[in-house]
Each structure stands twice: as C-alpha cells, then as structure tokens.
DNA sequence: CAGTTATTTGACCAAATGGTCAGGATGTTT
DNA sequence: AAACATCCTGACCATTTGGTCAAATAACTG
C-alpha cells in the first residue's frame, strides 16, 4: 500500500514523443483503459486517482497531466459508453422482421456487454447511484432511442405480428436480462461455479433469450412475408 | 460540505438510556437504515463514515460506537439482505403447480426489490465491484438456492409441464427482470419521464414479466391438474 | 544547431478519510 | 446517595484524497 510504482525513469518504450500525437494517443488509451476498470469496480467516489495511476502504470500526475481531473475522466469514459450504445441497432423500420430486429438486438447487445464489460458496468454503477452525471443523457437521448424503437414495436402488434406487450417494458427486459451477464459476471460465476464466461456460453445464453423473450411475446418466428 | 451536523447536546428525546436496550435499538435501527442508503449510492469504499452519519443525524463517533467500525457495518446489512433473499420462495416441489410457483418467484422478487430498494442496490454494488465481501455467499448458500429450484424445474420440463429450457438460466432471466427496476430506478424513471414508479406500475410490470417469461417458456396456465 | 513545444514527475497542499480515546452525561440498581 | 453501566462526543491521529506547480527532460521544427 505504501509501495509506489516505481517506475524505471529512462523506460525507452514509453516515454517522450514520437511523432504526431501518437504518445498523447497511447498514453491516454491506456489510461481510459484502466480508469474504466477502476471505476467499474469501485464508483466514481470510490476510485482513486491513485489507484488509476497504478493500474496504468504511471505516475498520478502524469495522469491528472492528461485528463485534467477526476470528473473530466469520468465523464470521457461515460460518453464513450453512451456512443457505443448508441451505435445499436440503429437503424430499424417497420417493415422489418420483429423475429429478426429482436434477436439482432439481444445479440449486439451480449455482444456489447462481453466486448466492454468494464464500461458495461461503470454506466452500471453510475445508474445505481442515480445517474448523477447522466440524468441529461437518460430523459434526453436516451429516451428518445427508446421510445422510437417502442413505436416501430406497437405497429407490429397492431400488424398482428406480435403480442400487444408493453414495448418499453420489452426494451427494459432484454436490456436486463443481457445487461445481467457483464453486470453481475460474480454472481453468474459464483453460482454456475466456472471461473469465466466462455464464448460459447455467451452463444447459449444469446440462444436461451432469444427463445424465450420472442416466444414470450408472441413473434413469430422469421420466414413468413406478411403482405 | 463544511458544515458538521451540529446536533443540539440537549436533545432529550434522543440521548441516554431508557430502560432495555431500546435507545440502542432505536439507534443501530437509524444507522443501519442510513447506511444502506449511504452505501447503495456510493458503494463500499465511495460511502463515508461522515456521511453515514450525517443521514443518520448523529456524529461519527456515535455511528462507531454503535457499529465498531465501516467494515462490520457494511458486511451487517448485506447479511441482513441476505437474510431477506433466503426467506423468498423458500418450500416448492416438484409437485406444486409451475405457473403459480414462477408467478409467485416473480412477484415476490418485484416486492422484495420495490419494499427494500436501497438493500436491493447495495447488493447490487457489491457484485458490480466483484463480491469482495459476498464470495462465500455466492458460492456457497445461493448456490444451494438456485441449484435446488433449477432441479425442480428440470423435473417440471421432463413431466411435460415446461420447455426444456435451461433453469439457471431461467432464474437468472427473473432475477436480472426484477431487479432492473430497484437497481435502475433512475434510468427507468428517465426513459418513462415519471418521478416515482407507481404500485400500479409495480403491479403491471409483474404481470407482464410473469406473461411474457411463463409463455416464453412454454408453462401451462395453472389449472390442469396432472396425474 | 538553437528554439519551441510537449511530456514527465516529485514535492507539496488543504481537506477528508477511518478510527481511537478520554471524559462527561445519563440512566438503573441497591 | 453511591455504585455501576451504558451512552455520547469533541479532540485528536496517521493516512489518503484530488489537485497544483515548477523544474527537468524529451521531442519536434526551423
């Protein structure tokens, strides 16, 4: 605890500039890399810029020298998220098919949970303590992602494709049930007693969910062209 | 942030004795109460000692007379949530009825989450964090938990009464499902523009999880009775 | 090469951290 | 009233916190 990380002054690989920005680029890479780590398990409050610094492998300074402060960090770190986010399932229209936008979407959205697991559950914890830093993000945004994704799912209950379920209710669903996998990886691998989630788990859940949510709510499985 | 409590020494209607140990209970019932408020939002190492104290009106030194110190506190109120998740859904069979037991697993899970949010949200955080404190637990008691429910409803698929689904699987399914809405209160408060979710909500997000999950996998509506 | 800019980092700071403790206050019991 | 136990809390402590800064170093540019 008292040992600092000493690191070695002339370390050739890594200090100083190389061109363009590209020791900016890495450093700062590294740095978000192990912010989001740090912050996913221990909160905004309870990270340490301390503990950052370590985990990156660089002096505390070093890190305050490229992020600015604890706040300005987080904050990249959570945008970087919400883009991620918001690059899912963007493009849906009503003419598709329910069976089809749905698995895509409780797939890329296991795939996002298992690509960035730290960033699956740094947006976790943020929301946990109520969203301090997102409020905008969740009544602005967010919601909109929401609610015009509810809508394409009405006209396909009204289409008769579907059981008339509430849609954003859906949507909380499967945000969820996928969001379970990353969030609370412990308790999964506390009680199924594995040491990891292998990819091939992540395909029999992706399976599981599938098969339960669209028979749950009455889709009909992909093939049938209505019209 | 400043700003001690300042409490007024002569409170009479808080200090000393008063026959049993009922100014100790009422007090351990206080702080507890304000802990897990304090350490749902903040986690482990983000929630304070000072801020615990300050939710709970009294000055630190009386929160660690009472508690011993910030790790004892903590790792009493998750036994204290644990106590309450052991108690759900504690004597099902084989022979009880699918619907009504998963029906019930749903409901009582809803009303758990929503009669103990911030118990339900510094459970949450502490798996979030890795379950540094909860690993035993999670291995050990729940792992029994869920291990004997998914046999019983492995005995239900073979009868016929169910789809063969995974049953871990299928706990994990309602648990991420109803947890979402204590957990995530803010980001479900957010997309919906409410500021409170309702008993009526309460009511109806339960119906459509035990609709959608009990047809998703394929239980018989209660009724019938087999053999 | 000199000049300029970017990077690195130890020393330092005020505030907050978890925790201890002595001594006073408030009761109950005899 | 004396004795005893519980309760209360301000003062205090070593450590950690987020953040600043100046001086050194490294790299790029003319």
């Known amino acids: 605890m008292s040992e600092l990380p000493t690191?070695?002054?002339g370390n050739r690989s890594r200090g100083g500039a190389d061109g363009n920005g590209a020791t900016r680029e890495r450093n700062e890479r590294e740095i978000l890399a192990?912010?989001?780590?740090?912050f996913a398990q221990y909160g905004y409050r309870g990270a340490s810029v301390q503990a950052i610094a370590e985990a990156a492998g660089l002096p505390k300074s070093n890190v305050l020298y490229y992020m600015g402060n604890k706040r300005g960090l987080y904050?990249?770190?959570?945008?970087?998220?919400?883009?991620?986010?918001?690059?899912?399932?963007?493009?849906?229209?009503?003419?598709?098919?329910?069976?089809e936008v749905l698995e895509a979407f409780i797939r890329s959205k296991m795939q996002l949970s298992r690509r960035h697991p730290e960033g699956s559950?740094?947006?976790?914890?943020?929301?946990?303590g109520g969203a301090p830093f997102l409020q905008g993000y969740l009544r602005g945004e967010l919601r909109e992602?929401?609610?015009?994704?509810?809508?394409?799912?009405?006209?396909?209950?009204?289409?008769?494709?579907?059981?008339?379920?509430d849609p954003v209710w859906l949507i909380f669903l499967i945000w969820s049930a996928t969001q379970h996998?990353?969030?609370?990886e412990a308790q999964v691998l506390g009680i199924t007693g594995k040491d990891?989630?292998?990819?091939?788990?992540?395909?029999?859940?992706?399976?599981f969910l599938t098969q339960v949510i669209l028979k749950g709510c009455g889709?009909?499985?992909?093939s049938a062209m209505p019209g």
């Not at 959570?78 to 493009?91: G, K, Y």
């Not at 992602?145 to 379920?165: N, S, Y």
């Open 7 to 9: 690191i070695e002054k």
């Open 34 to 38: 192990a912010a989001e780590r740090v």
């Open 75 to 99: 904050v990249r770190l959570l945008e970087r998220m919400m883009a991620r986010w918001n690059a899912l399932l963007d493009d849906i229209s009503v003419e598709d098919d329910p069976a």
């Open 121 to 128: 559950r740094l947006f976790a914890a943020e929301i946990l």
């Open 145 to 165: 992602w929401v609610h015009a994704r509810a809508k394409i799912f009405e006209q396909w209950a009204e289409r008769g494709l579907m059981d008339p379920v």
């Open 181 to 184: 996998y990353a969030d609370f």
């Open 196 to 207: 990891e989630i292998s990819d091939a788990d992540v395909e029999r859940i992706t399976r």
């Open 219 to 222: 889709v009909r499985p992909p």
